[in-house]
């Protein structure tokens, strides 16, 4: 091991202010153990120190300095209570300084009509601006020669009452800095790349996020250690997928044969649309290649993903492979089942159906069809994951609503292919913001199918309070005078079923006052009702025996009623972009106009109220999904937080978009021309992963 990587690598304990004590608290707090990774603990901000303000032109809320001279000085109250007040004044005016702690040390110190430079945050009191506790320098060599911005740390309550906020990590960190030279910092960027980029050497980089001169060099610096972190996870991910298509065989379905012939002329009943053809060509040729598919894909509620499962099934049966295809609710996979055993009756094809509510013998005879290849495809609930289910020969998974299945459970299907694993096609409609769709799967293959079936009318989407109730209700009764359907979703919550069940229990009832029987038939399904009974209620409301489905929402996915034209969403403020998203699109599946209609109470958090304007804004899933994703950062938006997948140090998935896509690029270009990489010039990035090998994430887990 070099002296340089030493360096980095020496336990934060050595460093000078910091020993045995503050190192173990850095560590818990921060995860920092060595110089390395103090050195890469960036400021969150900077308060720019290379400018002076005037007194005068000075406004509530700046946090900034001036140079200038104490007046006077008066203490009042008394013992415990005391507080000192000082005017300061420049050439333009005067403005008040207050202490309300170590105020002896305050009257010892400062002295009257001398020079001092002040810094701290402007607050207005009554009618005059002041500066509590600012910090004070005198006037001088110090104060002159310096230039450029002070960095702020993030700190905790701990590591602060021992002497670690902001500006004690500040302090630790320049006497870091201090014994860096050039050469202890190795580059990991090629020199045409660092050229290109117009980006600076990396040991000036890292110097310059902590200690910028001015606001150019800080963006200079922030925009490189971000491309950094882009760039090698990408390359990590594009050596991933690379690696994968090497590596892992499929079963080659060489032929498109009658099956999918025949449903393909003789049941299909509408036209392709163009997203759903070039979807189905991708596929067409992850499936001929020999090669084990791994394919996300992505469209919006409504756009046709059903059919394009149905024939990727009948490829996989005319090749003589069993396929199966996961739901992660009972009445969605029960939905499932119905419609497309319905659409494969004229092919000969023998479907089954399996969730843990199949029992005894049928279940017997369910698993023996699979085991003697009897059952071509099964359609069910993760129940056909469990051991005893086992294939003749599994080709072919197709996985709905991915974001509800695990990673553990995906694994447990790889396992059931007999020597190969099956082909895997996972299906969203939760869109996924294209920056998380590239660092989350960027080795996967993802298709898009971002076109709806002609002739659908947009939902429209409107938000009402409780005021409001009457004429939703009105308008509810035309609807259903028109022969429309309507649901009336109520939200689930999550901590209290109980709870939960009596926000459904309370609403029911009020509106078997408003919509009485029997002029009005009311459903209701919830989570705690036994599968035969959703089911019941389900199919009531199907066979229009019913005018309105009271639900939690169970119905969130999947579910395709085309007369229920309405939906009304009870305290929406309470659920996330998606979730609604996904709700609105159990609408607007007929030909008749559809409607959302948003209910809110009285108090509305600001993250509510953008969520509900952004629903009533715009249908556009894929503006939604962005809209989620600055409201709540990628973690959250994907259910991964724990994975770190997409944590990043320096970089705003919703807002570094650019830098990402060159990074993406760049680093495919790189693996295009030098796989491992191993070509001279490349010498810096390979040196760079393998010293930090242990940061490297295990991406193939995450898909
Ligand atoms: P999702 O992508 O949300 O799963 P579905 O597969 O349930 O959507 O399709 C929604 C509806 O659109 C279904 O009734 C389906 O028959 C219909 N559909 C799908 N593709 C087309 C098409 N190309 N033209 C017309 N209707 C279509
Ligand atoms: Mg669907």
């Known amino acids: 091991m070099s002296y340089e990587s030493s360096l ?85 005016g005067k403005i008040d300084v207050i202490w309300f702690r170590s105020t002896d040390w305050v009257l010892q110190t400062i002295k009257l009509k001398v020079p001092y430079v002040i810094y701290g945050k402007v607050t207005r009191y009554q009618r005059h601006i002041n500066l509590a506790h600012p910090d004070i320098e005198a006037y001088g060599e110090k104060t002159k020669s310096r230039s450029g911005m002070i960095p702020v740390y993030s700190s905790t309550d701990k590591l602060s009452s021992k002497g670690l906020d902001s500006r004690g990590i500040r302090k630790l960190i320049q006497a870091l800095l201090a014994k860096f030279r050039i050469s202890d910092i190795n580059e990991n960027l090629p020199p045409y790349l660092i050229e290109k980029l117009r980006f600076q050497g990396r040991y000036e980089t890292l110097r310059n996020m902590h200690l910028p001169g001015d606001e150019a060099i800080r963006q200079k610096a922030w925009s490189r250690i971000k491309f950094e972190e882009l760039f090698f996870s990408q390359l990590q991910l594009i050596a991933a997928k690379i690696q994968r298509k090497k590596r892992l065989k499929g079963h080659p379905f060489e032929q498109v044969g009658s099956l999918f012939h025949k449903f393909y002329d003789e049941n299909l009943e509408f036209e392709l649309t163009g997203a759903q053809k070039r979807v189905m060509k991708e596929i067409r040729g992850d499936l001929g290649s020999g090669i084990q598919m791994n394919r996300l894909l992505q469209g919006d ?149 971002d076109e709806l079936p002609p002739g659908r009318k947009p939902v429209k989407t409107i938000s009402r309070k409780e005021a409001g109730r009457t004429q939703v209700n009105n308008f509810m009764r035309a609807e259903i005078a028109k022969g429309r359907q309507v649901y009336i979703i109520f939200p689930l919550i999550e901590e209290s079923e109980k709870l939960d069940l009596e926000n459904l229990q309370e609403g029911y009832e009020r509106l078997l006052q408003w919509f009485r029987q029997p002029d009005y038939q009311i459903s209701v399904v919830h989570g705690r009702m036994k599968s035969h009974e959703k089911e019941y209620e389900m199919q009531r409301f199907v066979q229009r025996k019913t005018h309105i489905m009271v639900a939690t929402t169970v119905i969130e996915v999947g579910v395709n009623i085309p007369n229920a034209s309405v939906m009304v969403i009870e305290n929406s403020e309470r659920f996330g972009l998606s979730q609604l998203h996904q709700l609105r699109g159990r609408v607007g599946r007929g030909a008749d106009q559809s409607y959302c209609i948003l209910m809110s109470g009285l108090k509305v958090s600001e993250d509510g109220l953008t969520r509900i304007k952004t629903m009533c804004s715009t249908n556009d899933g894929f503006e939604i999904a962005e809209a989620d994703l600055r409201l709540r950062g990628p973690g959250d938006v994907t259910g991964t937080r724990q994975s770190g997948a997409v944590e990043f140090k320096t970089v705003n998935l919703s807002l570094d978009y650019k830098i990402l896509q060159t990074a993406r690029d760049i680093a495919q270009r790189i693996l295009d021309n030098d796989p491992e990489p191993e070509k001279p010039v490349h010498r810096p990035i390979r040196e760079y992963l393998a010293r930090s090998a242990h940061l490297v994430r295990e991406w193939h887990r995450i898909s």
């Open 8 to 92: 980095l690598e020496s336990p934060i304990e050595y460093l000078k202010g910091v020993g045995p004590f503050r190192s173990e608290m850095l560590k818990k707090e921060f995860g920092i153990e060595t110089f390395g990774d103090l050195l890469m603990n960036f400021p969150f901000r900077y308060v720019d120190r290379s400018v002076f303000h005037k007194i005068r032109n000075s406004k509530e809320g700046d946090t900034i300095q001036f140079i200038g001279q104490f007046v006077s000085m008066e203490e009042s109250g008394f013992k415990g209570r005391k507080r000192l007040t000082a005017v300061f004044q420049d050439d333009t």
């Open 301 to 449: 509620v409504g756009s046709g993903k059903t059919v394009i499962a149905i024939m990727c099934m009948l490829i996989a049966a005319d090749n003589g492979f069993q396929c199966c295809l996961l739901a992660p609710t009972e009445i969605l996979a029960k939905q499932h089942f119905n419609s497309i055993e319905e659409s494969l009756l004229n092919l000969g094809m023998h479907c089954a159906f399996l969730s843990g509510s199949i029992k005894g013998q049928k279940r017997k005879a369910i698993l023996k069809g699979l085991g003697n290849g009897h059952i071509h495809i099964i359609i069910g609930t993760h129940a056909i994951l469990e051991d005893p289910v086992i294939f003749q020969n599994l080709g072919l998974a197709i996985i709905d609503e991915q974001h509800r299945f695990g990673v553990a459970q995906r694994a447990r299907l790889w396992a059931k292919g007999k020597t190969l694993p099956p082909h895997i096609l996972v299906m969203t409609a939760t869109p996924i913001p294209r920056t998380l769709a590239m660092t989350l799967y960027g080795d996967l293959e993802v298709s898009t199918i």
